[in-house]
């Protein structure tokens, strides 16, 4: 009886710890305090991914070394100026995206696209965790022909080594646009150690991350 009202009630927990339970007020109340999106970027490549809440992916990341700046923001879809209400809602066509700026010397595109496939599910179609909708899907949005080739060979290459149960699903699609989201999202994790869905669904993925990339990691999250 007991185990059956816990499984009753963990939905109901998932609930109120998605990406998605940002209120309103919340917003409002951090935007001031937030910081500003990068805007010297001069030099540096782009790559860009969604891989589920936007919160989780930037803070991977940002953490490794020659990534200079990461943006939460959205991408894949067609309407103007996409707001995050909007986007949550799955009220448009948008992912939850990040766009990640980095100093190819330092780090390949290659070992990001490895790091993206480590840090999330790719065989969960509109789904991340208690993250579900088709703004939580997995895509690599990629830039050049050479991108998509990369792409494409690791994606066989984890099928064939049977590194998931089940298959990928993640898309591949050409770079169109991205659009920065709002300020109050931007180094979510850092700014934010209390919030619910960081404590209980980000803090552990990440803490995860830095023990199994430690090597990668700027000399300020290594231990």
Known sequence: MIYSKLYLLLPL???????????????????????????????????????????CTEAYFERLQGVEAVVSGYSGGKKANPTYQEVSAGATDYAE??????????ISYQELLEVFFATHDPTTLNRQGPDHGKQYRSVVFYRSPEEKRLVDDYIQKLEEAGTY???IVTKVQPFKK??????????????????????????????????????????EYQD
């Open 13 to 55: 927990f998932f609930l109120f710890t998605s990406c998605t339970e940002a209120s309103t007020d919340r917003s409002t109340n951090m935007e001031a305090n937030a910081p500003a999106v990068p805007v010297d970027t001069t030099g540096l490549a782009k790559a860009t991914f969604a891989g589920g809440c936007f919160w």
């Open 97 to 106: 995206a990040v766009q990640v700026y980095y100093d190819p010397e330092i």
């Open 165 to 167: 149960r089940d298959d």
């Open 178 to 219: 991205f659009w920065d989201a709002e300020p109050y999202h931007q180094d979510y994790y850092r700014l934010n150690p209390n919030d619910p869905y960081v404590r209980s669904v980000a803090r552990p993925k990440v803490l995860k991350f830095e023990s199994n990339y430690a090597k990668m990691l700027k000399p």
